[in-house]
């Protein structure tokens, strides 16, 4: 990567809805929009709801699908030179073993990142990300079918520990830590949710603490380099999130506020690694 700063999957759909504000290539890398091996229609409206310090979304994974992706989405991008991050979801280990298949040898993708926030429907819709065992199937069965390094996205939920020491095993090369926090808002004249799914994903400022309480404990235990994601906003949060442990933080929700939030950030964390005279890998877990 160019630099540590990415965009977070979902936030700036394919990479290059970026334009005209921040030319994708000048990024560490993007992050698409979450791929299944068929398209998704997503969950019913309103899919997004502003709470303070953050906001919900329950987009349900709507996407144009990994042929779509490679046909139409990704030519662009190749041809401009982004660093391409494709963030893959699958219901089992065998839909993540066809995705990183289909993807793998693709010129343009430099890595895969694995949703691992889907239900499992051969364990009655238990969420990978909160069993160490179901997300290090999934793990292994992308690592049996590419060579592109893997990237494993954790849930704040569970034990993010235990998953990402099941995931490290596996075969994972990096983790990004974390995935939103389900959550809920509710009318209450109407008294009915704000959300068409009844339940969210919290993003933005409020999930950062959460963030960053996780990347300091998994980054002390599991040998592997962290993305750290979660309500980075200023250049203060991304180096917050690189002194706990990350190695490079992911922009998102930050993004619907500013669209050249990256750059921004971008922009302020060299600025502070310049006064200190430092790299930004000296400062990856110096909160000891």
Same mark, same amino acid.
Not at 73 to 84: A, D, F, I, M, S
């Given at each position: 990567m160019r630099n540590p700063v990415l965009t977070a999957s979902g936030t700036c759909g394919y990479g290059m809805e *970026?334009?005209?504000?921040v030319p994708p290539e000048s990024l560490g890398a993007v992050c698409t929009k979450g791929l299944s091996l068929e398209p998704r229609p997503?969950?019913?409206?309103?899919?997004?709801?502003? +709470?303070?310090?953050g906001m919900l979304n329950a987009i349900g994974l709507a996407n144009v699908g990994v042929e779509v992706f490679l046909a139409e989405? *990704?030519?662009?991008?190749?041809?401009?030179? +982004?660093?391409?991050v494709a963030n893959v979801l699958g219901v089992s280990p065998e839909e993540f073993a066809e995705l990183a298949t289909r *993807?793998? /040898?693709?010129? /343009? +993708?430099?890595a895969l990142e694995l949703n691992l926030s889907c239900p499992n429907v051969k364990a009655g819709g238990v969420h990978m990300s909160r069993d160490p065992s179901l997300a290090a199937a999934a793990v292994e069965a992308a690592r049996r079918a590419t060579t592109l390094p893997l990237i494993a996205k954790l849930s704040p939920e569970g034990d993010p520990l235990a998953v990402a020491k099941a995931v490290a095993r596996a075969g994972a090369d990096a983790l990004s830590i974390c995935n939103t926090l389900r959550a809920m808002a509710i009318d209450v004249e109407s008294r009915r949710p704000r959300l068409g799914s +009844?339940?969210?994903g919290l993003s933005?400022?409020?999930l950062r603490p959460v963030a960053v309480r996780i990347v300091h404990e998994v980054s002390a235990s599991v040998e592997l380099p962290i993305i750290g994601v979660g309500g980075v906003t200023t250049w203060e949060d991304a180096a917050e999130?690189? *002194?706990?442990?990350?190695a490079a933080v992911q922009v998102g929700t930050a993004l619907f506020l500013d669209p050249r939030a990256p750059l921004t950030i971008l922009e302020g964390l060299e600025a502070y690694l310049d006064r200190h005279g430092e790299s930004a890998r000296d400062i990856v877990g110096a909160c000891r």
């Open positions: *970026l334009l005209p504000e997503g969950g019913p409206e309103p899919r997004i709801w502003e +709470v303070p310090c989405k *990704l030519p662009p991008l190749r041809e401009r030179g +982004v660093t391409v *993807l793998d /040898g693709q010129p /343009g +993708v430099a +009844v339940y969210g933005g400022p409020a999130m690189m *002194l706990a442990g990350a």
